[in-house]
């Protein structure tokens, strides 16, 4: 361990709200509280231009936190949010911004809100608005633009924010005058977060933000052309209702969906009530207690045996707010073979799309489980199939080897990580093996606790995660970042971003000194020849962590882990663990790409 | 040290007896279960607004749709259009063409066409005029309108299905072709039947099976 654990960085009572709030430098200068009071107290003014109506509809729609980098092209909404409640939180780098508002997004429920300039601004934002895409993450870009007349001239800093992102949103509109710019955000804002979450973008030309307006914006509402089914089809959920009653090996597969949906108690109720083993997806992580004996924890890839063995065996699979991603479901023709498929889904174009659905329930997950529980008279005479799952948990027991002359096995390290916090804490991660220690070894019980880059898989997305849901859970709540060296590496640069802000966030560098799960299918499917994936040499995250004013610690033996992790969690506010893990430890189980999921490998030799 | 974990290995595990298709669907010996590719046209009332075009032709590359024709054009009400687009796809991918373009914003409605429903393309072509005679001989068989003529040339417009475009040109092309330009193909449901209304209740969202309009979709 570490012996410089004392540091000299800005403690709680330094650091007040209005630093917070557009500070770029950490020595800002600040109004005095009662300024902020006074104003929130009185009624608005009128707004007179198209970027003071950005700002009202930002705050009309009840934004707390707003996550961006300046620069020319959005400076007018800049200069308003200057004077403006609304917490801005100005980040390293705008992918930094995308992820945190991500984040922000996922932990509240409400549509986190990241702000750049034009161009590079907009380009650098692209990642993680294709990580809100790809995980259904609620999230509003507002991307500065040049003046309408230079569009389409290639003039300075110039890029179809538009056109490059039509693919990787929701919906996205180009704000054509100054009158309709408030309601375009708006309406933005309530897309992103109705039906399907999703991530939404504004482009914001600067003479449409410039120009003079007194239109105010219109109540946050998704376009008339916008429709939701809320309940599903009630003859399909009779239907349904009849399968599950005569199912003998059904199980519940919940997604993301259901965490998003806020239908995480509903299905525990279901699933209780009638004994119904439950599995989830990676997004769905705390949508069911992985304590709870029903619990199978996570399928797929990095699933567990038992989950994977269930899923693989059962005859009735309940897949709730699940798009049955390639990931979860390993070959197609291969996946849960002999069951009917009860899917609910809020977005139609999910039902069918990769496996078929027997019965196809549209409509909101708290809703369609409410129907479903309320249809579903008997519970399943399905006591074998429970005692069979119980019998898979032993005989594909998670439980791992690790020696005390071992380097320190990376389950461990999330192990003690899991202990050392509450039930609540967060968890968010970088991309690769690390990622996945933390799914299976950490047990999660509650939704919006794990915060990862599921469907994108974006290394880096862990810091800037941990900054916006640091911000938006609750003080009791700790933010824990498992990251992985090669991750942490892309975004570290958020460092600053927490210190400045004195974010009380723990980062567990996971470091292997490898792209590490590049390396682990090098070894498995490359004949072991570990191009462009040996590191060979890292920083010492410590010291680094320490040069940024965070509070660094270091992690060689198992002797170390407990008190170092209680001394990271410790510190009021951000700190960096740099865990030296065993470099050649991989995960298992592993279905290899279009694999059967039944067949999982356990060492190398079985891929 | 020992890597990886316990517990039997993929060979002493049982196996289940069943299947899925390529697309996901459990295979029935029953019943036959493969989707073959059918043509068929899908009709969409959109946001008459700058991008829907690019949203749409976008949206059938990035999944990868098989799409034959695209037309896009205004309709009565001057905040709608209308696009009408040709597919080639099995059962699945049409019920997914149709709801992935139901999930763009500014689209109001979508619906596949029944065989019988009217459909019509325009052509222009421009052929060498060296047989005047024989030229317009082969524009009356085909009902086609001159257009434009010079000394070597003539231009005709030929509207009607895709299979009488296909023959005329095919006609034509005894006498030379310098040019072709086709609209693509727009189509209309006929009698009281709607064609993509703004009736947004009209569409089913949670569809069982799949249609049993599997019959090909003949041109009139
Ligand atoms: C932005 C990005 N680039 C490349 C990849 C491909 N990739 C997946 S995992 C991985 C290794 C990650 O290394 P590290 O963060 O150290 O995690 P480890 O697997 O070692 O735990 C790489 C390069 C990716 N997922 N994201
Ligand atoms: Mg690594």
């Known amino acids: 361990m570490s012996e410089r654990a004392a540091k000299v960085t800005p ?41 003071e109506a950005v700002v009202r509809a930002l705050e009309n729609a009840g934004v707390e936190y707003a996550f961006g980098v300046q620069g020319g092209a959005i400076m007018p909404v800049y200069d308003v949010l200057y004077d403006s409640d609304i917490r801005h939180v100005t980040m390293a780098h705008e ?17 986190g809100v990241c702000l750049a300039t034009s161009g590079p601004g907009a380009t650098n934002l692209v990642t993680g608005i294709a990580d809100a895409d790809m995980d259904s993450d609620p999230m509003l870009a507002l991307t500065g ?13 110039e890029t179809d924010t538009t056109g490059v992102t039509t693919p990787i949103t929701k919906d996205n509109t180009f704000a054509s005058d100054a009158d309709h710019v408030g309601s375009d955000v708006t309406e933005a804002f309530a897309l992103a977060r109705e039906g399907r979450p999703g991530p939404t973008l504004v ?19 998704t376009p008339d052309t916008y429709h939701v089914q809320e309940r599903a089809d009630s003859e399909i959920v009779a239907a349904a209702a009849e399968r599950i009653e005569n199912a003998d090996r059904p199980v519940m597969l919940l997604g993301g969906g259901v965490i998003k949906g806020e239908a995480s108690e509903a299905c525990r109720e279901f699933a209780i009530e009638h004994e119904i083993p439950v599995i989830t997806t990676m997004p769905g992580l705390g949508a069911f207690p992985e304590d709870h004996e029903l619990s199978l924890e996570m399928a797929g890839m990095h699933g567990t045996g038992y989950a994977n063995m269930a899923i693989t065996h059962c005859d009735t699979l309940i897949g709730i707010g699940t798009r049955f991603d390639d990931r979860l479901t390993g070959g197609i023709e291969t996946f849960a073979p002999d069951a009917e498929v009860i899917h609910v889904d809020i977005d139609p174009a999910e039902i069918s799309k990769n496996i078929h659905a027997d019965y196809p329930l549209v409509g909101d997950a708290e809703t369609v489980v409410e129907q479903l529980a309320a249809a579903v008279d008997e519970s399943p005479a399905a ?32 192990e003690a990580l899991d202990e050392a916090t509450s039930d609540r804490a967060i968890v968010t991660t970088g991309v690769g093996q690390h990622q996945m220690w933390a799914a299976q070894y950490w047990t999660y019980t509650e939704p919006r606790t794990w915060v990862s880059s599921h469907g994108l898989g974006t290394m880096g997305y862990g810091l800037p995660a941990a900054i916006g849901a640091r911000l938006a859970a609750d003080d009791d709540q ?39 799960m590049v390396r682990q299918w090098q070894d498995a499917f490359f004949e072991g020849r570990h191009a462009a994936s040996d590191y060979n040499w890292m920083p010492e995250f410590d010291k680094l962590a320490e040069a940024f004013g965070a509070c660094g610690f270091r992690i060689d033996d198992y002797d170390d882990v407990a008190d170092t992790i209680e001394e990271a969690l410790a510190y009021d506010g951000p700190s960096v663990i740099d865990v030296h893990i065993d470099p050649d430890a991989n995960v298992y189980p592993m279905v290899p790409s279009g694999g059967d999921n039944g067949q999982f490998a356990l060492t190398e030799d079985q891929l | 040290m020992k890597r990886g974990l316990e517990g039997p290995a993929p060979e002493e595990r049982p196996t289940p007896a069943g299947r899925r298709n390529k697309q996901g669907i459990r295979i029935d010996p029953e019943v036959e279960a493969t989707h073959e590719p059918r043509r068929t046209v899908i009709s969409a009332l959109v946001a008459h607004e700058p991008g829907v075009l690019s949203d749409v032709s976008g949206l059938f590359s990035r999944r990868q749709f098989n799409i034959e024709s695209l037309t896009v054009g205004p309709t009565d009400d001057e905040e709608r259009a209308r696009i009408t687009i040709v597919v ?18 500014p689209v109001i409605s979508v619906r596949e066409l029944e065989p019988d429903a009217m459909r019509r393309e325009l052509a222009l072509v421009k ?58 193909l727009t189509a209309m449901a006929r009698g009281t039947d709607q064609t993509a209304g703004a009736d947004l209740t009209a569409q089913p969202a949670d569809e069982a099976k799949y249609g049993d309009n599997t019959q090909p979709a003949d041109d009139d």
């Open chain 1, 145 to 157: 633009q040049v003046p309408t007349e230079f569009v389409g001239n290639d003039a300075f800093q």
């Open chain 1, 203 to 221: 482009d914001l030309p600067k003479d449409v933000t410039n120009g003079e307006t007194d239109r105010e914006p219109d109540e946050p509402k």
């Open chain 1, 383 to 414: 006591t074998k199939w429970r005692a069979q799952c119980q019998q898979w948990k032993s005989d594909y027991s998670m439980a791992y080897e690790a020696p005390e002359d071992a380097p320190v096995q990376p389950e461990f390290v999330v």
């Open chain 1, 11 to 51: 403690t709680d009572d330094e650091q007040t709200d209005e630093q917070i709030t557009d500070s770029a430098a950490p020595d800002a200068a600040t109004e005095p509280d009662s300024a902020a009071e006074t104003e929130s107290e009185t009624t608005a003014e009128p707004v007179t231009s198209g970027a």
């Open chain 1, 478 to 516: 700790e933010v824990i970042c498992v990251d992985g060296d090669g991750s942490f590496l892309m975004t570290l640069q958020g460092l600053s971003v927490a210190v400045r802000e004195n974010l009380d966030i723990t980062v567990a560098v996971l470091n292997n000194e490898y792209i590490g």
């Open chain 2, 127 to 184: 052929v060498d005029a060296a047989d005047p005679a024989s030229v317009s001989a082969v524009a009356d068989m085909y009902d086609a309108t001159a257009v434009d003529s010079s000394p070597e040339t003539a231009t005709f417009e030929i509207t009607g299905s895709r299979q009488k475009i296909e023959a005329a040109v095919e006609t034509f092309s005894q006498f030379g072709i310098r040019e072709v330009s086709r609209t693509g």
């Open chain 1, 95 to 111: 992918q930094g911004a995308a992820h945190a508002a991500d984040a922000y997004g996922i932990v509240s429920g409400e549509p």
């Open chain 2, 88 to 105: 080639e796809e099995p059962d699945p991918g049409i019920d997914q063409v149709e709801k992935q373009l139901r999930k763009l914003v």
